[in-house]
């Protein structure tokens, strides 16, 4: 913008100061250096200036960058030279040059916030007058056509409400992060179309999600896109699997995820829009939707969201350190999830017995027959997480333990054996085989104090270079 | 007033797909049959394979190294190169 000589204020009729300093810009704009008032709220004040510019759209104070009312500049060959923030009596006269200004008001009051840098109102002026762009098309919703019901129509939710991504939302989403909007993460299957930066942030805002999740759902994308996760197998399956998002380190507490009482359940704003998130990717960029390429069978209800994070203040490593990471770092992993099944146990107080009760309750997961495939996630709960660490056993130790009570003869997992048709070949018998391969059982832990039950999550049967492996990555903040 | 959102979508697919041109008859050409390394997929190709043999048309057979992704590049240009059309079998 150009911007003439001479003095430039502005105010605010809302703010004290600006109300204070009244009388000065009335004595200021009788003065020989050209006076011009921009005021924010209401352009009868000041009164008896002569030249008060109406700026309650707020673009002159956006580009003048005032976040202080009154603020006072000078203006020499179209340049700014001078800055006076607040009333502060001895600046105002150097700026001006005047030599008295003010004589009964105090030496010093500080200003208010200009009404350009309230809250909310920084990303609607950037858009307006700013340098903002998206590449995304844009689509207007008719002013008699129902907003959420408009998303509906268009085929972009998961059957749940969705917030309209509107370009002030993306844009406060797109600012949580230091990534080019423009950035192409990977190949979104099953359509195998380009996911930007910018579609996952349209698809974030319409989660839910507050822009601090950002880091977190990009992470979550990129982890997805892994060609190890297998995403797009894992998409299209008739299984009932679907991706869950695990979160490990300080993003945990920095945007107030729950590891405690109903980490698997629903109530918790980050949790529950990080794991959509990543779902309305698949659906929208991708386009992986039910019916279409998603042929699952009967699904599960992890497929609207399913995440949660560790609880790290256990005496066990996490699951990011043992992928790698260090408690300081946080770090997102995907992994093929289907329901949860329950895990009860309130007598065993030794971890012997705990770990030959777990494994019983693993040796049915899909089917008792069943060895070698698919993984699965064990989420330890308090109480029975204080049974391991009362004897000193590490999240190591105990997974060992349990893999040592899943080794089975083949005899029982051949088809017929125990009258039950289903089975292994023949062939296995005479072999010893583990319910898990050898690195399909991953304990995590999380719940709330009381209870002595834990979670098995089981995964996508599909596993290793032919299906799916966990992914993790580092969350960027 | 209305309001305004950004395509959530890859943008990319059309509204509509359209077919490839289905060939007029198969007399003459080489027809491929794509496996997809699903349990049971070549019981039943088998039996397609047989048909197709019985009408007099040459096949040939190619098989997905895992049903869980889409066939790796080369295999689709070798059975673009080697085919007229091209069948892909499931069974489960």
Known sequence: MDWSDGIIAVVKQDCPTCVLVEPVLQQLSSGETPLTVYVQDHPSFPSNVSRVIDDCSLEHSYHLNIETVPTLIKIEAGCEVERAIGWVKEEWCELTGAETLGADLPDFRPGCGSLSVAP?????????????????????????????????????????????????RVYRMLKACRRDPAEILGAMPPDLVSCTVEKVAIN?????????????????????????????????????S??????????????????????????????????????????????????????????????????????????????????????????????????????VDQISREPEGL????????????????????????????????????????????????????????????????????????????????????????????????GLFSAIIPGWPAIGEMGCDPVTKEVFV | MSLTVLDPTGEKQAARRAWLDRP???????????????????????????????????????????????APLELKQQIVRECDAVVEGLAD
């Open chain 1, 120 to 168: 909310g109102m920084v990303e609607k002026l950037e858009l307006r007058y700013g340098n903002v762009s998206f590449c995304s098309r844009r689509i207007v919703i008719a002013e008699l056509e129902d907003d959420s019901e408009a998303c509906f129509d268009r085929g972009w939710s998961d059957g749940l409400p969705v917030v309209p991504p509107t370009e002030e």
């Open chain 1, 204 to 240: 974030a805002v319409m989660a839910g999600c507050k822009p601090e999740y950002f880091p977190v759902v990009l992470a979550t994308v990129e982890a997805a896109l892994d060609p190890a996760f297998g995403l797009h197998g894992l998409l299209a399956t008739t299984f009932f």
């Open chain 2, 24 to 70: 007029e008859k198969l007399e003459g050409l080489t027809i491929g049959i794509l496996d997809i390394s699903k349990t049971k997929g070549d019981i039943f190709l088998d039996r397609i394979d047989e048909l197709l043999q019985q009408q007099g048309l040459k096949t040939k057979r190619y098989i997905k190294p895992t049903f869980t992704r889409p």
């Open chain 1, 242 to 343: 679907g991706p869950m998002v695990i979160v490990n380190g300080p993003v945990r507490e920095s945007i107030g995820m729950n590891w405690k009482g109903n980490a698997l359940g629903q109530g918790n704003r980050a949790n529950a829009t990080i794991g959509r998130a990543l779902q309305l990717v698949v659906r929208n960029v991708g386009g992986g939707r039910p019916g279409g390429v998603d042929q699952a069978t009967l699904g599960n209800p992890g497929k609207y969201t399913f995440c949660f994070a560790e609880d790290e203040s256990t005496p066990w490593t996490t699951l990011a350190e043992q992928r790698g990471f260090t408690r300081d770092q946080s770090a997102v992993t995907v992994i093929s999830a289907d329901g949860v099944q329950p895990f």
């Open chain 1, 355 to 450: 770990v030959r009760s777990m494994a019983a309750s693993l040796r049915v997961v899909n089917n008792v027959k069943s060895a070698g495939a698919p993984d699965a996630i064990f989420v330890v709960s308090p109480e029975h997480g204080h049974v391991f660490d009362r004897a000193g056993w590490s999240k190591e130790q105990t997974t060992e333990a349990l893999q040592r009570e899943l080794q089975i003869p083949g005899e029982q997992l051949v088809r017929g054996a125990g009258g039950i048709p289903p089975g292994m070949s023949d062939s296995v018998k005479g072999m010893v085989l583990g319910k898990f391969r050898p690195e399909g059982l991953r304990l995590v832990r999380a719940g709330g104090e009381a």
